[in-house]
């Protein structure tokens, strides 16, 4: 199956987590059933992205990064690749290259949707439109003690509390991400059930993508 197969099947399918989730759905549906190449970078006004929020163990903190021309605190991710195969396969690739952390285990099922304009993806159209950025984010649980480092494509990257985030639009995908794993914020925990056991559904479900499997080489 191919990389645009791969995003129109699951989006389709998706089951998105409210109405504006679900118009953007039906959305990101349409570009890619009329444009075969919509997950390319040279798609424009728009293209798809993929993107992964990484959680540490506990599920208490979020690894950011300050995005070089952007010059903000975001999720990791970025383009898709010729070499990737499925959209999960993209936003894993590119968070452990900008985190430089091993061993990260992906939700292959979205978590949530954001369309932006992105100034500085190629500038804006001949006629004005600018360049927009579907995109599609993952969440990812780091393993135990992860070390991290800085890449090229960014400033700084660092952990930061999810009820202290530096960035307010990131709220609902920290919500969403954390709904996705049975927890609340601030607090984190839900009564019954604990933070470990959530997260430990996620890392040993059988249809996570990891970085050892499912991962095209660039």
Known sequence: ?????????LLAGWSAPGAEQEALRERYVTHLAAHPGGLDRSCRPDHVTASTLVLDATGERALLTLH????????LGG???PGDTTLAG????????ESGVAGLA????????????????????PDGRPVHHLDVRFL??????????????????????VDALPNPDLAELVELAL???GLD????????????????????????TRAAADQPSR
């Open 1 to 9: 199956m191919s990389l645009h197969a791969d995003a129109l099947a």
């Open 68 to 75: 070089a021309k952007a010059r903000q605190w975001f999720q």
């Open 79 to 81: 383009h898709c690749e």
């Open 90 to 97: 993209a936003a894993l690739r590119e968070a452990t290259e």
């Open 106 to 125: 992906v939700d292959p099922q979205p978590v949530h949707l954001s369309e932006h304009a992105v100034p500085f993806c190629g500038g804006p159209l």
């Open 140 to 161: 990812a649980v780091a393993p135990a003690e992860a070390a991290y480092a800085v890449s090229e494509e960014s400033v700084d990257v660092r952990w930061w509390p």
């Open 179 to 181: 709904d996705r794993l």
């Open 185 to 208: 914020r601030p607090g984190l925990g839900r009564p019954g059930q604990s933070t470990s056991s959530s997260i430990s559904s996620l890392i040993d479900d059988g249809g996570s």
